[in-house]
Every structure is written in C-alpha cells, then in structure tokens.
C-alpha cells in the first residue's frame, strides 16, 4: 500500500486528475444541503436530543421493524467501533476480526487504547467464518491467563468489497449466540453491501442476525455520519456515557439527525449506494473485457484489478488512485472506489482509458 | 442545576417557547451553508488533509503571527480536551482545573478513561490563579505515591461566564513556565471571551501564553468545529495519531476547514461573538435595573441573574434556560446564554418580561 | 507531610534511632517463617491454585460464616483496591472516597490509570457517612454528561487511625444498598480496626455489610499479602482475569496462600494487631498526661499527637517518626505508628522521653 | 495445550506423582530463608527504599558494569513487562513480538489493558530476527492511521527453551537502534538462558546489547522477584511512578532485594540455573537415546519430547507434566522443565521410565 501521508499531500484539485482513492472525496448530496437550509435556524436541544435524530431513530426502527432497537447518531466509523466495542467489553474481554478489519490494522489503535485486544484472523476473501473465530477460541482455553473473547467484529461490505451472503451471516450470527459471542457489524459500506448484485441480505434480516451494527452515512452521501443500531437490548444500557465519554456526543447533533432523516426517508440511502455500485461494475466489466484479473471478485463499489505496472503509470496519469498490493515486480493491483457522486462521463471516459492499455 | 435530561426532553420547537438554554440551539451561520453549497462537489484528500484545512491553517497561523503553530480541525470540545490531555501526558502526569472547569465534571469522566487523574480546585469565578495550583502542588510531594501534575486546564471563558485579563494569564503564564506545567486553554467560546468589554488580551497574546489552546466553532456560528492550536513545538510531535486513535479524524475533514476559513477570513468569527456579548449585556442592564444580583459578574454571552422563585416561573412560561443553582428557599440562580443568533426582537421582548418582574 | 523521598532515604538502621514511621519496617512473625521452611519443598500448583490458598480461602469462609464467598490472595492493598475497583466498575463509572482515602491521593493514579474517576469528598475523621454521599450524587445528575457514582471505597482502620462503628457501618450499607452503589472496604489495617478499644464490629458483620474488602496482611504480621473477600456473588464473576491481567497473580501464590493459613488459622492474626494498638494506646496516654492533644482522636495503632517543634526536635533525636502536618508556626502534628514487632521495652524507653518533654 | 485451569486443580501434592509442569512447584533455595530469618527484625525502609534493594542494585550494576544502570525489583514477570512497556510508550505506539511471546498469549490481556496494540510474529523458534520486525514495519507504514510500533520485545530463554546467540541478539539491538525502535529482553529465564550448553552471551553483554530487560528471580530459585535493569538512561526517568501506579511497589520492598542480594552476591543465580539446565539436558539425551524426537531443539531447561499417545499415557501415571502440543492423531509434543529443585534421584528415575518405553 502506498503511504496515505504522501499520497494525501498530493491535491488533486489543483490538476484535471479524477480521484477514484475513495468515496469520501465530494461532500454530500444536495438535498441534504437543501434541508440544512430549510432547518438552519430553528432552535433545537442539544446533545441528539433534537426533533430530527428521534424522528431519524423511529424511522430506522421502522425499517428494521423493531421498536426496541436504540440509534445513536455519531461522526465516524473508528469512533464508532471504538464506541461500541469499548462498551460492551468487560476488561478482560476480547474482539475477534479478520486481519483486513478496519479496526485490526486502520485506527491507529483505537481498540486497544480502550484497553482490548483485538485477535486478527486470516482469510481468504476478509470475511469471517465460524471456524476461524474457533480457532481463536481453541488456543485461548488457558483460563484466567488468556483473554476471553466475547465480540466478533465483521464490516459488510468488507474493506476488500466482499458481502456477506444470508447464509453465511446466518452461520455467523448462530455461531456466535452458540458460544455467547456478540455480533457487530461495521457497516461503514453496509449500503453498497444491501445494494450489490450478490446480495440476498434485507436490513431487516441484518439487524435479527447481528446484536449492534452500523449504517455508515459519510461514505454513502453524507457530511459526516454514522448512525449505530443497537439490537441487543443487554447492550443499550446507558449507551450515552460511552458517546459522550470519548468525545462523540455532538452539540449539535442536528447534523447528524437531519442527513439520516433525508437519506432514509425515501431510500436515497440505497439509490445512492447502488449508484456507486454500479458504476464500479462498469469499470470492472471494461477490466474484464481487456482480459485483466482482479484482487478479489468484488460486486460493490471497490475494485482491485491487477494490472502491469506501465499499464498502471497509463492511468496515473489522469486519474488518481491507490496501488494496493504488489503481486510481483512487474504487476500490482490497484483499488477504485467509486461513490454516488461519481458521474456516467467519468465512468465513459475512463472506460475508453482501459480499452487502450 | 436541574436534570439535562428531562429538560432536554422537553421539546421546545414545539411550543412557542424561546430557548435561552445554550449558544448552540440554531445551526450556523448562513455564509457557511454558502461556502458549502460552492465547494459541495470539489473533490479533496481526505483526513483534514484538503484545501480547505490546509488554508484555515495557515490564516490562523498569520492570526497569531506564529507560522510554526501547527493546528488541528476536530468535532467538538470534549474531544479537544481529552485529545490534547492524554496526548501531553505520561501515564503518571495529571491536570489541574476549576471545580467548574469542563473537564472536571461535565465530560462523562472523559479525562479519566485516558488514565489520568484531574485535580480540581476551588475558585471564586471559574478562573485559576498561581495560589490555586500551587497548593495542589504543595500537597503532591510524596514522589513517587502521588501523581506529578503536569498541564493546567483552563477555559476562557470560563464556564461561568468570566474572562481573564492579560495580567491574569500573564501570571500563570509565568507560573506554569517556572514549574514545568504546560497551560491548556480551552476556547471552547474563546471568541465571546475575546470581544467581552471587559477583555484586554488579544488572540495573538493568547498564543503567546499557552502552550495549547482551542478555537470553539460550534457555540460560535459553526454546525460544529473546534481549530486545536499547538503552539509549544514539543507538544506537536505525532499529535496525528492521537486524533485518529480517539476516533476524532473526519474522513471529510474538509467540513471543518470550510467553516473555520469562512468565519476566520474576516472576523465574522469575532462579530458573531461581540453580538452574542451584547445581546447578553442588554439582558444584564434590565436586570439590573429592576435590582436584582448576579451569581458571578459576567461580560461575555452567558448571565447568572438571581431571581425570586416566582418570577422564574413567570419568565418560565414563556421562555426556556437552566435553573443553574439553588441561593436559598426563595431564591435560585437562573443562566441564560445568547448566541450569533439570537435576534434583537427577542432580546427587547424578553426586557418587556424582565420589567414587569 | 514530609517528602518520604528524602525521609526515606534517610537509612535509620545504620543509626541507633527506632522507627515509629510505619508498620512495616520488619519482616514478618516468626511462625510464618517456621511454615515457610515446613513447606518449602513440597510441589504445589501455581497462580493460587496450591493447598495453602485453598485451605486459607475455607478458613476465611468459616470465619465470616459465608461459604459463598469467593478469596484472592494478592501482594498489596494499592493493586487490592486498583484491581477490586476496575473489575467493578464499567467504563464510565466512578468511586468515591474521603479525601484522606489512600486511592484519592496515595496511590499515583492506580484507579485513574484504569479509567475511572475518583471523587474525593471531605470529612471530619476520614469516615464517609450518607450525607457525604449524597452530597456527590446529589451533583451528578447530569445525564449523560457525569460519570455515574457506582462503588463507595472505605477504609478500616482509616488512614488517620480511626474506626467503624457498627451503627456507622450498618448505616452506610443501608444507604448504599439503597442507592445501588457497591459498598468496598479497603481492610490494610482491618485487623487493627476490628481489635481496637473502641470497636464493636465482628469480622462475620464486616462481610454481611459490605460487598467486598480485603484483609490486611503486610501490616500485620505477613511479609506481603492481603486477602480479597468478595462476599457480593454478582462481583465474583471471572476475577481471577482481573488479577492476571493487572500481573497480580503470583506464580508461587503459595507464599501468600501459607502466610494466611498461619496468621487466621488460631487468630494470630487479631493478638498481633491487639497488641500493635495496646503499645500505641500506651504512648497516647503517655501524650496525654502532659496534656498534649491530638489531630484526631484515635484508638488503634497510629497515633496523632500535637506538639511544639522543639519537642519534636527532642523526640527526633532518637526515633524516627513522619512530621504529618502544620498547625501553626509553633506546632505540629506527627505520626507514630506501632506494629505487631514493637516491644514492651521500646515503648516504656519512648514514654520516658514524653515525660522529659 | 491442555486447558491449565482443569490441570492445575489436579493436585499433585496428594499423590506420589512428581511434577515437570513448571519451575516454581518448590519455595526457594534455603539460603534465602536463612537470610530472611537472620534480617527478619532489622526495621527497614519501606518501598524498595531498603539497605537490601539499595545494595542489591549495586552488584547488578557491577555484574554488569554499568553504574548507571538503574535496578527495580517487583513481584513477577507479567507485572515486569506491562510496566515497562507502558512506561516506554506513548498512546499511539506499539510493541512487536514472537506470537510464542509470554506478552502476546499469556497474560490476558494485560499490555492491552494498558492502551497498547501488541504486534504477533510467526516465527520458527520462538526467537524474533530483524526480517520478522521488518515485516511488521512494512505494513504499517500508512500514518498516522496505524500505529507506531516503538519496542521490540523478546525473550531469552525463549517460551519455548530457545537462547539467542550472541551474533542474533547483536543484529537485533543493531537494527533496533537504526530504526528507532527499543529493545526489551524478558529475563523470566535468563539465567537458564546465560548457563545453557549453547549461549556464547555474557550478563554485561545482554545489558549493552538492549534498552532495558530484567532478571527472573520466581523462575530460579527465589520465592517471588524480577529485577528489572533499565540500562537507556531514556528510560529511567520517574519508573518508580509506574512501579507504584500499577500496584507493584511493595511495601515490604526488602523481601525482594534480600533474595536478590542472596542470589547475586556468589553467583548462586547461575549455579542454579546450570543446575536446571543440565537436569533437562539429562533427560532429553535418554529421549535421544530411544530414537525420539523434539518439538524444537533446546539447551536450557524446557524439553519437547514427542511421543505416541501411549507412551504419554504411561509417563503420566507417576509424573505431571503438560501435553503441549498435538502432532498428530498418534503423536503429541509434550513439555517438560525441570528446576533449580529437581534432584538427582528424580532424573534417574525418570530416565529409568523413557528406557522402558
């Protein structure tokens, strides 16, 4: 992987360089501006406890049909994994996640800094299956000199593009409560994830098989945003504390409350992110066309096409993105986000890039 | 000080009611949903690493005359404290602060779950003094069976609505040099502070002074923000991390860098201020001219008006704010706080009330 | 208080001066020297698991007519109370103590380095009684923006000597019980406590009226070592992690396992604080008699006598003693503490002194 | 591994079976207890402030001609390495080592508990090489959204009874130093490691090669002790805060330094660890002699014999001992280690057994 530092110094605006590093590089969609306007200026309490995060939580409730599920509204997905996991641990608990997980190598140490360890897990495809979290376990019997794993953390989608299919989270989801595991589910992309061609899963069927979970609003046309869906009930008590201890708890949470009123009321949150989906899988199929592998098999809005290394200069030159992994001296596979603000001409216009090489 | 919780229930929109409550009921200033709207589909690096960032960076720089300050955008004030806190401190260092100091009481123990104990010292109007820290000191001698105290928090202005005068930081300044304590301010409204009629410090003093400070942009016209100023070198190393660790890194830090470029390229950051003051100070004048006292004597944008139990009630009805102290059986302590928002009809309504108390 | 960095530097075997500074200045009884040498060969299971701490962990359970409790055997009452409290308490709830608590000012921050906050409170006698708790609750109201008040530490004998009573004991339960707050008793000087004059607890009420404690054994007649009695069953849930996690959990537990066994199993252990608190009561009525008074009135072993600075220059020619604290520019109040080793012989030499001041 | 809370409920003492499952079954060499009951009555200075400890430091600083050195001693190995390590590092670094490393595995948790991430190796011995380290840094170089690895931790004699030669510990400290990175040496077993047939390393060599490591004192004849020697002046600076912080300072401090002055002052330290050795090295040769092989190949006093599950059953009627490791449905590694304590007789009749399988 390249060093973000550098990487990020380099501003793209400044040249005619279209940017497919990530889906956080616009700001949001514009009836969400259109509604900070039409909002601005009526007074509301403080803390989330305004009119538009508790209308936001009745109607994430509604899609999930269930009345008893608690929302939190936060800014981010590191605080919210932290949040959560920090939350439902004893000090002596332990999280279990595939070696790709966000929270094993991307959050500077945020899990741990809580005090927790985090076991990582190595797989194929960056999603875990119930024999790799039983693997943990059987090398951590060594009671009390070991840690005790209690949460295992999976994102859908994944950080490679993967999804998790209804089975395979069904598996999931029974092996867990078969072995008094938590279920979180970091769904920083679970948009794209519900969106993706392969899928099978309903937010409904997410939020009975995980016991908290997130959808991720920054990554899928919003400001900032993630609101997390705590199913659970053991795991609501007094929720607050924890947002407010680590520094979540926004004064204003209106901002937050009022992108999610906008993005779930008439499912712009999912046109949004099968938008971005399929865009990606333009650029996949036009790969294919040329005759060039891929990372992994991805059906969401990441794709890792591997390809040789002049070729990879080629695109460079106009476009910007991240070289993930070095295959050999002469190939390496990049990554391509796209998001819901990437348009059709660009897609067009990159397509007739990778006809050329 | 009643129950945030149950007041915070209380819906105000619903009613007619006008919230006094606090300096962040509105959103922001309309020229920042304009700056927002220009730059919505701009693509930027993410991670505080855009244009918008860098540029805000370097106009505080040339604001405190100090290009090797390094600045840091977060989300809001609990956040800045407790990154700023543990980021400076060894495991065995603590900090001193007001028993009304922020840290002390109202951030969920936020200091505390970084590992570090939080001395709190009585003062008379929320301001520290040479003599409160040296007593803290002076009974921490018993090395190593005691925490070493290492930062000195304070905020300006302070929760209680008072400012410090540049004699006052001036000596504790020079206190905390000549012990080898680093000076925090928390400026969580350190624009109201800066344009109170009683201040004599400029920003640029206040840099000079500090060895850490914090610009607040949510209780002064931004949706939220709040601009970290490093100026000790020694404190800048790393502070990345420390932010990313916390969960404090916005993928679209660009959102904090918009607002903090537009209210700083003019001073409407200072004029938004200087009016919340003297909405504020209108309000103190019609107190005091039907004789009534004051918990603390305040210039800034927050009052502390004593009034006799039913007269609360009366101005209760039509008008929402904290009954922030109990004085005796007959009397309490009321706070009202104006904002950027607050309007002058509503201030010369609200005197109509106060004179017919 | 002196700085008992230099003050212990000051190497008082190299002189003829006796030290009344502590009650740990020597090893430990002879008898548990005698079973250490009995047992030294025999192979034992390690981490506590060996026949010593498993038959002194049924002698405790005999003792308090309890069964059901659960007993850890640990080297020190800063990592008791440090592992007791953090295994209790959920991220963002809180202690409170007496400002002369050991955990509020002489532990460097052990509780706090676990995350969590202690709320220092003042007395008059080092006891905390309902009030003073309800005195803390009654400012944490604020929810979720305070820690939430969950255990109540004490300790028995106090830091400056004094003791429970029953009525006071009983009635702080009661409170407790009524507030859901757990009640823990920090017993380094138990024994002491529980053979004072004045006394009229039992060891079996002590354990009926608290959810956990600890008895002493490094101040007592042990060379390390205090027994954690965890009578609460909801608190004794995979403690064992806590210990190992904290590096508490000793791999020749054995060492503390013997000590307990040879100290409770014919109550050893309470004639070895009986007699440290008759040599002390023997001094005080030595004090008293020419008409000296005391910083707090005291009937265990420490001892709290006000007198002239030239006395205590006299004194400190020939035993060594903490100056405790100023009460004006003429007197002060010291600290002698007496311990199961101080012989007959040394207090009638020390009386002999009082008498010439 | 055979879960050690089942196994160490079997109590061995009840029966004739002689155990090899550790090497802190027995008390301590008699000397000590022959020191401590001719110091017994001598009043000392509390907190490692003692005559012992103070002169105990001295001759580790002459062992390893080091005058500024700075010695500590506390209570046991996990306690030795959390507090190191969170003393060295800030919130957002980390510390690399062997997945085989007591840190990584067995202590529950207890470098997390104190905020840092703990980085695992695979290795083929248990033994950690520049390559490893370097591979670990490769990966983490996206900042600052990943941590900052700052230690390097090893162990010599290895978990698994494997020393490090002179030329490796050299590379390592080499590359440590040119990457900035500390070296850490956990000396649960150095001495057993400093005596083995193979170590070409002397004591002043381990000191001048890392940053800090410490001494085990529990594992080689002491009742309990670690001696930890901080040789980068760096790392010196207020340790005792840390030691006294995470509940380790001893107020009985010289029960340690009188072991260690007993052990050190004729170099009984190595006599018993050469003692250990050659009472494994005995028994590995007979396992040799009947043709059967090891899991790795060791020199210190851990051995690794595998055998068929029959002949496992057969030793086990009449020694304890751990299954450490399954081979295969027929065969399994098992763990023996012997001790400063194992006599003689017990080796010979043991060898006695092997002939027979």
Not at 8 to 27: A, R, V
Not at 89 to 96: A, C, G, I, K
Not at 251 to 264: M, N, T
Request: glycine share 6%; net charge negative.
């Amino acid at each position: 992987m390249l060093n973000l530092l550098t990487e990020n110094f380099y501003n793209n605006t400044k040249t005619m360089k279209y940017s497919f590093k990530n889906d956080y590089s616009e700001g949001c969609h514009p009836r969400i501006l259109e509604r900070l306007i039409e909002t601005n200026l009526a007074q509301q309490n403080g803390y989330g406890l305004d009119e538009y995060c508790l209308e936001a939580e009745k109607l994430i409730q509604q899609k999930i049909n269930n009345p008893k599920a608690k929302v939190h509204f936060i800014s981010g997905g590191t605080q919210a994994n932290l949040i959560v996991i920090s939350s439902v641990l004893r000090p002596h608990e332990s999280v279990v996640s595939a070696f790709t997980g966000h929270i094993f190598t991307n959050e500077s140490g945020a899990i741990e800094a809580t005090g927790h360890k985090v076991h990582g897990v190595e797989t194929a495809d960056g999603k875990l299956r119930p024999q790799d979290i039983q693997e943990v376990l059987d090398v951590h019997t060594n009671i009390p000199h070991q840690v005790r794993q209690k949460v295992v953390y999976i994102s859908n989608s994944t950080e490679i593009g993967t999804v998790y299919s209804k089975k395979e989270l069904q598996e999931l989801s029974d092996f867990c409560k078969g072995k008094n595991l938590y279920l979180f589910m970091d769904g920083a992309r679970l948009g794209h994830a519900l969106t993706a061609e392969t899928n099978d899963l309903t937010l409904e069927e997410v939020a009975q098989l995980v016991d908290v979970f997130y959808l991720g609003g920054t990554k899928n046309g919003a400001l900032i945003g993630e609101a997390i869906v705590i199913v659970n009930e053991k795991l609501q008590e007094e929720f607050g504390f924890h947002i407010k201890q680590r520094g979540a708890m926004l004064a204003k949470g209106r901002l937050l409350g009022i992108q999610f009123l906008e993005l779930l009321k008439d499912d712009l949150y999912f046109k949004l992110a099968a938008h971005a989906n399929q865009q990606a899988m333009k650029l996949k199929a036009a790969f294919m066309e040329i005759g060039c592998g891929f990372l992994t098999e991805t059906f969401s809005n990441q794709i890792f096409p591997v390809l040789k290394n002049d070729q990879i200069e080629k695109l460079y030159q106009n476009y910007d993105f991240y070289v993930w992994k070095k295959i050999d001296a002469e190939k390496s596979a990049i990554r391509l986000i796209t998001s819901w603000a990437t348009q059709d001409e660009i897609i067009e216009r990159y397509i007739q890039e990778i006809k050329k090489l």
